[in-house]
């Protein structure tokens, strides 16, 4: 079964609009990963934030990690078009397991 | 770095064929290559991880008669889907890694159709 579930399924905002996408998971991991998916392709890894660590940036990217409630968040700021695409986390214990995803549309 | 490509990137084919994905690490060995299905709009569920030169471990669930694995080379392993029946019909995307790194690299997908 999955372990990470993601909220909310989907989400629209417009270009210049920040976008959260939530994640929880259920047993220990090492680390907590976050990957982007366009329509019909792979995912591509965008940021990985350790169990010890609370927050970590990345360009636009902003991931928090509350592991004392299973949690994690992905905030992108200044939204583009070019955003728009399925947003998943990965949790990684003895191995990494995906969350349902966000579908995120970002309109111009 | 790190690409992995995947081949083909779409099939279609009859009822009761086998069909052969390739998923090949371009710029690196992978010591790890794990096979996942994902049908639409759902996440990706992960149907077996393979080692080089070791037979692959299968999720619960999979049928390892059924999907077969193999991981010959640091830079090569296929899944091919025997007998394939339309319920088989889905997305199966690869990823692979590396001896170290945490993240795993993913090819872009093939687009099963099993007619």
């Known amino acids: 079964s999955q372990q990470g579930e993601e909220d909310p399924q989907a989400l629209s905002i417009q270009e210049g609009e920040n976008a959260t996408m939530n994640c929880s998971y259920k047993?220990?991991?090492?680390?907590l990963q976050w990957y982007r998916q366009n329509s019909g392709r792979g995912l591509v890894h965008l940021i990985l934030?350790?169990?010890?660590?609370r927050e970590k940036h990345s360009g636009r990217l902003r991931v928090t990690l509350d592991t004392s409630k299973k949690s994690s968040s992905l905030l992108i700021t200044a939204s583009r078009a070019a955003d728009t695409a399925s947003y998943f986390c990965?949790?990684?214990?003895?191995?990494?397991?995906f969350g349902g995803g966000t579908r995120v549309l970002v309109k111009p | 770095g790190a690409v992995v490509s995947q081949h083909p990137s779409w099939v279609i084919c009859k009822s009761g064929t086998s069909v052969k994905i390739e998923c090949r690490s371009l710029d690196f060995q992978a010591t790890t290559m794990f096979w996942y299905r994902q049908f639409p709009k759902q996440s990706l569920m992960l149907m077996a991880t393979?080692?080089?030169?070791?037979?692959?471990?299968?999720e619960q669930g999979v049928e390892k008669d059924k999907f077969l694995i193999n991981h010959a080379s640091l830079t090569l392993s296929t899944l091919t889907v025997t007998s394939a029946h339309p319920e088989d019909s889905s997305f199966y995307i690869c990823?692979?890694?590396?001896?170290?790194?945490?993240?795993?690299?993913f090819g872009a997908g093939t687009r099963l159709s099993v007619l």
């Open positions: 934030i350790r169990s010890n660590e």
């Open positions: 990965g949790a990684a214990g003895n191995k990494l397991t």
């Open positions: 047993t220990s991991i090492n680390n």
């Open positions: 990823s692979a890694t590396f001896q170290g790194q945490n993240i795993q690299y």
């Open positions: 393979s080692n080089e030169g070791s037979k692959a471990t299968y």
